[in-house]
């Protein structure tokens, strides 16, 4: 994660978004990151079920 939050903020790319969400589980917290084009017609889709899925993750893990 740290490489590309160094080349992005290096190149000051500003067509491409960067979204983070954690997976929160007992033993540990899983980092995830989605990266998308700002001008991707499916974007907003897209980022919402990417958190969709992390948030939906979490809670399944933590039944177990």
């Known amino acids: 994660m740290r490489v590309f939050e160094q080349w992005y903020n290096h190149l000051k790319v500003a067509d491409i ?3 983070d969400a954690a ?3 007992t033993d540990m ?3 995830c990151s ?7 017609k499916l974007r907003a ?3 919402s079920s990417f958190q969709h899925l992390a948030d939906a993750t ?3 893990l933590k039944s177990y």
Do not use: L
């Open 29 to 31: 917290d899983i980092y």
């Open 58 to 60: 979490t809670e399944k």
């Open 34 to 40: 989605i990266i998308i084009h700002s001008q991707n």
């Open 45 to 47: 889709h897209i980022i």
């Open 23 to 25: 997976i929160e589980t």
């Open 17 to 19: 978004e960067k979204y």
